[in-house]
C-alpha cells in the first residue's frame, strides 16, 4: 500500500479539486481528508457516513469556585494568562498544559479531557473515504491528522487497496507535518503567483526536511507563464520532478458548484488532459 | 522568570494601558480567498499610521505585495527543559506533570524531547531537586520593514517547526499601539488563527462564493461567534461560484462590506505581486471607503 498526500503550502491553489479529480481515475483508492481544520473534500465526494467516532484530544481546567481559596498560585504559574483575577480559566487561552491542576493545594482545578471533534469512515463513488471533523478553536489538529491517516490505511490493507489518496492541509506546521511523515510521495499543487512560488518553496523544503519524496504540479499555469517558468527551473535546481501543468480552467469552479470532479462535470474540458496526465506521471514517480 | 514564547502584550493588555488604537484582523477559513489581497489593500489605503503584521506565519505572503524594506530580525525562541543529569533523582515528578510526552523516563534516565514541549514550564516548578533549567529551541524569525509610511512585521515558522501560536503571539506583541493595526490571519479553524485573531476590534472575513468557501465561511464565522468579535465579508471573484455564500450572509446578518469580481486581468497582477490598490487605482478609495466604515463600526461598539 503507498499513500499519495496532496498538500500545497498556499490554500487555494486547488488542492483539493485536484485530488478529487485524481481520486476518479485512480484504481480503487482509499481517500483521506487530512485538512481537519476546513475539510472540503466531502462537498465533492458526498460520502455516506458509515461510522462516526469521537475525537477525545488534550484537556481543559476549570476552576471549582467552591473549593478554591484564592491563594494565587495558578494564576502565577499559568503562562498564557489563561486564569483571570477573580479565578475563572478561559478555555479559549488555555494551552492544558495541566500545571494549575497539578499545583493547586485545594484540588480545586479540574482538568477534564476535551471532545475535540469527530472523523468518520464513509463511503464514496469512488472508494473507502476517512474524514474528520476538528472543533471550532480546537487544538490537537495533528493528531486528528495522523488518525485520519491511519484509519484510511488500516482500511487499505484489510481490503487490499494499493492506494490511498490524502488530502493534506495548507502551511507547514503541526497539522502538515503530521500529514506527510512516512508518505510513499507528497504531490506539491502551486499555482504562478509571486506567494504560490513563495510557499512551494517552503513545503519542498518541508519534504526534504522528512525526507519524503516530492513532486510539483503547477494549476492555472497559464496566469504567468514566467512565474511557472521560475518554478519549473527551481523544481529542476531542487530535483523535485515536476509532475506537469494544468491550464487555468473555469470548468474547475463549475465542477465544484455541481459537487462534481471536473471528469464528470466535463470529460472534455481543457483541464482534463492535462490532470489525466499529471496523474500517469504521478504513478510513475510514486 | 522570563516572559515565555506565548506572552507578549495582547490586545487588552494594551487597551488597558489606555492607548487608542484599531486592530482589524483578515481571516478566511480557506485558504486562497484573497486574504493577504484584502488586507495589504486595507493597509495601503487606511492612511497614515499604519502597521501590516503577517501573522499566517507558515505561508507568509503579504510582504511579496507591499514590498518592504527590511531592517531587522529577531530569533524567536520558546522555553524548553534542559535537565541536569548530576542533579537529577529520577523521581519522575516532571513525567507526571508533562501532558505532551516532551519529557519521558526512559530506563531511569530522563529525556527530552524539544519539538514536543509546550513551554509550560510545570516540569521545571515540580521538579522537587532543581535539575530541571530553561533552554530554548527556535521556532522561527520576526522582520521588521517599512514601505513608505507602512510599518511591516511578519513571523517566519522555522521549516520542521509545528508550533505556529507561540509565535504569531509574539508578531502580535509588536503591535505598535496608536498605529491602526491590520492583521494577516493564517487560514483554518484551529490555534493558529485563534492566536491571530483573537481580542481584534473586528474580523474581515474573505469568501469566495463556492461550495468550499461556503464551507469554510461558516466554519470561520463559528471561530468569531466563539471568540465574540464582529465581524463583516468581503467577497472576492464574486461572480465565479454561486448565490449561496450571499444567501448565507444575509441569513445570519453579516454584513457583505464589498464585493470583488473575477477579473483576469486582477489575477495575473496578483501574480506578479502588484497590490491591487496600486495596480486598479479605482480600489484605493473602495478600501479606504472600507475601512473608514470599518472604524464607524467600532466607535459605534465602544
Given amino acids: 500500500m503507498k499513500e499519495l498526500v496532496v498538500i500545497s503550502g498556499k490554500g487555494g491553489s486547488g ?18 481528508d487530512a485538512d481537519v481544520d476546513a475539510a472540503d473534500m466531502h462537498l465533492i465526494m458526498s460520502p455516506e457516513v458509515k461510522e462516526t467516532h469521537e475525537f477525545m484530544a488534550g484537556h481543559t481546567a476549570f476552576i471549582d469556585q467552591q473549593r478554591c481559596n484564592e491563594c494565587g498560585k495558578c494564576i502565577e504559574l499559568c503562562r498564557w494568562q489563561a486564569i483571570s483575577p477573580d479565578f475563572v480559566v478561559d478555555p479559549i487561552t488555555c494551552e492544558g498544559c495541566g500545571v494549575c491542576y497539578y499545583f493547586c493545594d485545594q484540588g480545586a482545578v479540574e482538568f477534564p479531557e476535551n471532545l475535540s471533534g469527530h472523523w468518520y469512515i464513509s463511503e464514496s463513488r469512488f472508494g473507502p473515504m476517512v474524514h474528520a471533523r476538528l472543533g471550532i478553536a480546537e487544538e490537537n489538529s495533528g493528531k486528528l491528522v495522523s488518525l485520519v491517516r491511519r484509519e484510511a490505511s488500516k482500511i487499505a490493507d484489510s481490503n487490499a487497496n494499493s492506494l490511498v489518496i490524502t488530502d493534506g492541509p495548507p502551511g507547514v506546521g503541526c497539522p502538515v507535518i503530521a500529514a506527510i511523515g512516512g508518505a510513499a510521495g507528497v504531490l506539491i499543487v502551486t499555482e504562478p503567483s509571486v506567494s504560490g512560488i513563495h510557499d512551494m518553496e517552503r513545503v519542498v523544503d518541508l519534504a526534504g526536511h522528512f525526507s519524503v519524496p516530492a513532486m510539483v504540479c503547477i494549476n492555472k499555469y497559464d496566469l504567468n507563464e514566467s512565474a511557472t517558468n521560475k518554478i519549473l527551473r527551481f523544481a529542476r535546481d531542487r530535483g523535485v520532478p515536476c509532475a506537469g501543468l494544468v491550464p487555468f480552467d473555469p470548468a474547475m469552479t463549475k465542477s465544484m458548484v455541481q459537487a462534481q470532479t471536473l471528469f464528470e462535470y466535463d470529460p472534455g474540458a481543457p483541464a482534463c488532459s492535462a490532470v489525466r496526465s499529471v496523474w500517469s506521471r504521478v504513478l510513475e514517480l510514486l | 522568570m522570563p516572559a515565555p514564547a506565548g506572552a507578549g502584550m495582547n490586545a487588552a493588555d494594551i487597551k488597558e494601558r489606555g492607548f ?43 510582504h511579496l505585495f507591499v514590498y518592504p524594506e527590511f531592517e531587522s530580525e529577531e530569533t524567536v525562541t520558546m522555553p524548553v527543559p534542559v535537565v541536569d543529569e548530576d542533579k537529577c533523582t529520577g523521581c519522575g515528578e516532571c513525567v507526571a ?24 514550564g510545570g516540569c521545571q516548578a515540580a521538579c522537587p531537586a532543581g535539575a530541571i533549567e530553561e533552554g530554548k529551541r527556535t521556532i522561527g524569525t520576526i522582520q521588521h520593514g517599512r514601505c513608505s509610511s507602512l510599518d511591516f512585521v511578519h513571523g517566519r515558522l522555522r521549516i520542521g517547526e509545528a508550533m505556529a501560536p507561540p509565535l504569531i503571539r509574539q508578531v502580535r506583541s509588536r503591535i505598535i499601539p496608536d498605529k491602526k493595526a491590520f492583521i494577516d490571519a493564517p487560514p483554518g479553524t484551529s490555534c493558529p488563527v485563534i492566536a491571530a485573531i483573537n481580542d481584534t476590534d473586528f474580523v474581515v472575513l474573505v469568501a469566495e462564493p463556492t461550495p468550499f468557501g461556503l464551507n469554510d465561511l461558516e466554519l470561520a464565522v463559528e471561530t468569531v461567534k466563539i471568540l465574540e468579535l464582529p465581524c463583516g465579508l468581503v467577497i472576492n471573484r464574486s461572480d465565479i461560484g454561486d448565490s449561496a455564500v450571499a444567501e448565507y450572509a444575509a441569513r445570519e446578518n453579516i454584513p457583505v462590506l464589498m464585493e470583488i469580481p473575477y477579473d483576469r486581468a486582477i489575477a495575473e497582477a496578483y501574480c506578479r505581486g502588484e497590490p491591487l490598490v496600486e495596480a486598479f487605482p479605482e480600489w ?13 463600526h467600532v466607535a459605534q461598539k465602544v
Fill in chain 1, 15 to 32: 488542492k483539493t479539486s485536484i485530488t478529487a479529480s485524481l481520486a476518479g481515475l485512480a484504481d480503487k483508492p482509499v481517500l483521506c
Fill in chain 2, 97 to 120: 506533570i508533562c501532558q505532551f510526552n516532551a519529557i519521558i523516563n526512559l530506563a531511569d534516565t530522563i529525556m527530552t524531547f524539544p519539538e514536543l514541549c509546550h513551554g509550560c
Fill in chain 2, 284 to 296: 484605493k478609495s473602495r478600501f479606504a471607503g472600507l475601512y473608514e466604515h470599518i472604524e464607524r
Fill in chain 2, 20 to 62: 487608542q488604537l484599531m486592530i482589524v484582523s483578515v481571516a478566511s477559513g480557506k485558504g486562497g480567498t484573497g486574504k493577504t489581497t484584502v488586507a495589504a489593500s486595507l493597509a495601503l489605503s487606511a492612511g497614515q499610521d499604519v502597521q501590516l503584521l503577517d501573522c499566517d506565519v507558515e505561508a507568509p505572503n503579504a
